[in-house]
């Protein structure tokens, strides 16, 4: 093992379990790519591999993720283009040989492992046209998903996330709504969320949108919801994306987690963080933006979070 095959912008490296994927770090790189810098992606995690003609003169090896491995594609939800997937690697057409045998090696290899692609009992309607249609979605994550703190600029406000509990949206003077200044900058504890959903910023529409448990409301339009960050000409796919998986993934690892007895009841908000909010909330009631009963009904609503 540890064939290597370099490509334009990555390099693949084949191990006994895995396909390490390292992306280069150029100023041509895509800001996606060197934002992932290398993922470790688990044969059981993918269900194909193919290589296909490119544009001018390249040939591509696409390593095709199962549905539900990765918490990238699922918060991309197919909204990526073609030259920011991270699972597709570029090569010149002279290479296409030995691509050839890449490709025959990592297929060997996923059809050789239990429960991976080609196994008996993972394959599904035989699919074989390089799709993941075919194949049995995986239970839980399998790639790793962005790590630590994250955070970054949208149009109405900044997102951020602590990388394990908590998220926040903090909102901009220039840029929120009267909705969202009304409601107050908001935090969202990870067990109060059951997912993510992420507009592409590459759009005229894109934001991030937190989803509670219980099926809050969601006939808010993003730019009135205060459990969404819209982007405008902020929020670039390579930070809203890798935050929206970040969270996701932390909202499915606490779903699969036993939560031992009283734990939930004794959890309380951070006095620091509450304190922070009412004081927030005290500017945006001296702007006038806030009427004196709203004041007094969210600064009764924060201390009771303590």
Avoid at 53 to 64: E, F, N, Q, S
Avoid at 193 to 220: A, I, K, N, Q, T
Avoid at 241 to 251: G, I, S
């Amino acid at each position: 093992m540890g064939d290597v095959l370099a490509g334009i912008h990555a390099t693949w490296e084949l191990e006994s379990d895995a396909l390490v994927i390292r992306f280069d770090r150029g100023i041509r790189t895509p800001k996606l790519f060197s934002a992932l810098r290398e993922r470790r992606v688990p044969h059981e995690a993918l269900a194909s591999v193919t290589l296909t003609p490119g544009k001018r003169g390249t040939v591509v090896l696409h390593a095709v993720p199962r549905p539900g491995a990765d918490p990238l594609m699922e918060a991309a939800a197919g909204q990526l283009k073609e030259g920011s997937d991270p699972y597709r690697l570029v090569l010149p057409a002279e290479r296409e040989t030995l691509a050839e045998q890449y490709r025959d090696e990592l297929r060997a290899l996923l059809a050789s492992r239990p429960g991976a692609a080609g196994a008996s009992g993972y394959e599904v309607d035989g699919a074989d046209d390089g799709s993941s249609g075919g194949f049995a979605p995986a239970e839980r994550f399998l790639v790793a998903p962005p790590s630590g703190p994250q955070s970054f600029k949208a149009y109405d406000g900044r997102a951020s996330f602590d990388g394990t509990s908590e998220v926040a949206f903090r909102w901009s003077w220039t840029g929120a709504s009267s909705e969202k200044w009304k409601a107050g900058d908001q935090v969202f504890p990870v067990r109060d969320l059951c997912g993510v959903e992420w507009r592409s910023p590459d759009g005229v529409d894109g934001y991030l949108r937190l989803v509670p448990r219980g099926g809050g409301s969601r006939d808010f339009q993003p730019d009135e919801d205060p459990a969404c960050v819209v982007f405008g000409r902020y929020g670039p796919v390579y930070e809203s994306l890798t935050f929206a998986a970040a969270v996701l993934a932390a909202v499915r690892g606490r779903d699969r987690a036993p939560v031992p007895a009283g734990v939930r009841g004794a959890e309380r908000r951070d006095p620091g963080a509450v304190a922070e909010r009412i004081r927030h909330l005290g500017e945006l009631h001296q702007a006038g933006l806030v009427t004196d009963a709203e004041f007094s009904a969210k600064k009764a609503e924060l201390l009771a979070e303590l």
